[in-house]
């Protein structure tokens, strides 16, 4: 249908490594138009924030902390294996701690999310996954809220000193 109404426009989804980081920089040497990214953005980049995604513990099925009421506190993460998504991919998680003084036990460190999570549902360690991935992928983890409830904020973002494409808009 979109073709149909816009014959003349050419849609190439990019996605690299997947990182917010690689996102902005598509868009700040005009690889390309628009691209969902993780807010705050670099100055010279416009942004509309579009939705607050919470940040979640995830554990192995059976982990004595999925049966606790209420949420997982950082201090209870630093008790436990912690998978950590590698540099690039972990801007949420570092913040998390420094803002909790969070040192994670790392067992083991991996690019993927989807791999965390298979690896949090086999029993090999906890991690934090973003709840747009988690809400979209079946999976047997266990999923818990944690202190604070912290989140990320996703916009969709363009080049601040050029006018948009009217697709973008």
Known sequence: RFHSQYPNIRVEIISGTGSYQEMEEYLLTAMVNCSFVRMPVDPALQCVPLLRDPLLAVL?????????????TFAQLEREPFLMPTDGNNFDITNLCKQFHFVPQVAFTMHDDLSLLAMAENGLGCTVLPGLLLNNYP???????????????????????????????
Do not use: C, F, M, Y
């Open 60 to 72: 192995p099925p059976d982990h004595p902390l999925a049966a606790q009421e209420g949420p997982v």
């Open 139 to 169: 999976h047997k983890a266990a999923v818990k809220r944690l202190e604070t409830d912290p989140s990320r904020l996703i916009g969709i973002a363009t080049r601040a000193n050029q006018t948009p494409s009217p697709l973008t808009t």
